[in-house]
């Protein structure tokens, strides 16, 4: 017997009735949504008992076997759309290293910060850009064959700052801002024409019931680059992102880690409709539901580091006092901090769904 069988949630999947309701702060639905931006493969597999895909939809595998067994995977769990990411980027050099967390996946790996792919206006040229109207979309689409009444994708990217540092290191890209801040524009503008493109073609799709973008901006302390930077380089391509999103009747999910507390107005104004990633030591998710749950939805928040550190009973506590204080009222979704990342026990992820799935029923 799989771990998803023992865990004992009955799925009903309900879009339109609870995770969309959610989303846009449409008052309560029925029971608390469960939300997650993405799961990786290793706790997926481990869980199902079976292989599952990369976050990242790799063609590694036969898809035909293994895009039902990651919808089972979030349709058992409880949750109503299955996360679905066009492989698609722009470059990057990495280090690796051994992985050593307890469910690993071989290794890990990092930006390498020394080696910026674009230094010059010649390194500009010559990079291959991969245009986003090429990019197949045949294993997102499969997806619509497979999905259960009720359940949708969420269509998800990679975000305009996230694909900068990728391509340029936080080294190399502040150098070209100081350097040559014209080409930092053009190269800002690649990445976001092509990503609001793709956008635009996965959410043209009938079966997409949401975007969602992974954009992450700061630190623990602060924005990674100047709040005036980010006006500059960034924040006009999110604009545009969540308008390709809203133009098809889609609503828009931001994903970002650190502290944004000195921007989170300008990001709310670009139009998103909910907010994701949230950190105890940063920005707790009861804080920010006070802060901004009149505008936008609040997402997860059960931090990542008490879940990796903490007790089973202390996961099952904590999650049923963020279910009567947040879930009153709508707007907000049971998940964690973060994503369902590989070093964290996986006995804790469950204990959460389980508590919400038990506890989480309206009205609270």
């Not at 907010?275 to 030591?281: A, M, N, R």
Request: overall charge negative.
């Amino acid at each position: 017997m799989s771990l998803i069988d023992e865990l004992g949630i009955k799925p009903a999947p309900d879009f339109e009735g609870r995770i969309k309701k959610v989303l846009l702060r449409k008052g309560e639905p029925d029971r608390v949504a469960f939300y997650e931006l993405f799961a990786d493969k290793q706790i997926k597999d481990k869980i199902l008992g079976k292989p599952t895909l990369f976050p990242s939809l790799l063609p590694i595998g036969d898809p035909a076997k293994l895009i039902p067994n990651e919808i089972e995977f979030w349709l058992r769990l409880g949750y109503d759309y299955v996360p679905a990411a066009p492989a698609y980027g722009f470059g990057m050099k990495v280090n690796l290293a051994k992985d050593t967390a307890g469910v690993d996946q071989g290794m890990r790996f990092w930006v390498d910060e020394g080696a910026s792919l674009i230094k010059t206006r010649e390194d500009f040229e010559k990079h291959f850009w991969v245009d986003a109207d090429t990019v197949s979309l045949d294993l997102f689409d499969a997806f619509a064959q497979h999905l259960p009444e009720g359940m949708v994708v969420f269509g998800q990217t990679s975000g305009i700052m996230e694909n900068a540092v990728w391509l340029l290191g936080h080294q190399g890209m502040s150098y070209l801002m100081a350097d040559d801040p014209e080409l930092l524009k053009m190269i800002f503008d690649r990445i976001g024409s092509n990503l609001v493109r793709l956008i635009e073609r996965m959410a043209e799709r009938e079966f997409v019931g949401a975007i969602q973008m992974g954009d992450d901006l700061g630190f623990k302390t602060q924005t990674m680059i100047s709040p005036k930077a980010l006006r500059e380089y960034v924040f006009p391509w999110h604009k545009k992102a969540v308008e390709a999103a809203h133009q098809k009747g889609k609503p828009f999910i931001f994903h970002s880690c650190g502290n944004l507390e000195k921007v989170m107005d300008e990001i709310i104004a670009s139009g998103i409709d909910a907010k994701h990633s949230f950190e105890d030591e940063i920005t707790p998710v009861a804080k920010a539901k006070k802060l901004w749950g009149d505008q936008v939805a609040v997402l997860g928040g059960l931090d990542i580091d008490f879940l990796c550190r903490a007790k089973p009973d202390q996961v099952r506590e904590r999650t049923a006092a963020m279910i009567r204080e947040l879930a009153p009222g709508g707007g907000w979704a049971l998940g964690t901090g973060n994503s369902v990342v590989n070093y964290l026990p996986v006995e804790n992820y469950l204990i959460m769904l389980k508590t919400g799935w038990e506890l989480g029923k309206y009205p609270i």
